[in-house]
């Protein structure tokens, strides 16, 4: 127990590293290029993109999503097995 106090006071004096890029990188980094959202907002609203072959995927992985979520919704236990749930819970609650 005292070796574990010795690390924790000797972790405590120790300074936390400067993990971040330094003031002078981050002042000659070029702003991010700024484009109009006109076009994407358009293109959104139209339900296509300017490539068919990203449009055909995107309409392709909505079709199988939505399939698996119509079979996520359907009951994974039989009637059959419901059936012979509810008399097993019948028979032990009495």
């Keep these: 127990m005292p070796r574990l106090a010795v ?3 000797l ?5 936390y590293p400067d993990l971040g890029p330094s003031p002078s990188a981050t002042a000659r980094a070029d702003y991010p290029r700024l484009i109009p959202l006109t076009p994407i907002v358009d293109g959104a609203k139209s339900g296509w993109l300017a490539d ?6 995107l309409v392709a992985r909505a079709q199988r999503l ?4 119509l079979a ?7 009637p059959a097995d ?3 749930m509810r008399a097993a ?3 032990h609650s009495r």
């Design 82 to 84: 419901k059936a012979r």
């Design 66 to 69: 939505r399939a698996r979520a």
């Design 52 to 57: 068919p072959t990203q449009s055909r995927d």
């Design 89 to 91: 819970v019948a028979r």
């Design 72 to 78: 996520m919704r359907a009951s994974a236990v039989s």
């Design 11 to 15: 972790m405590a004096c120790s300074g």
């Design 7 to 9: 690390f924790l006071l």
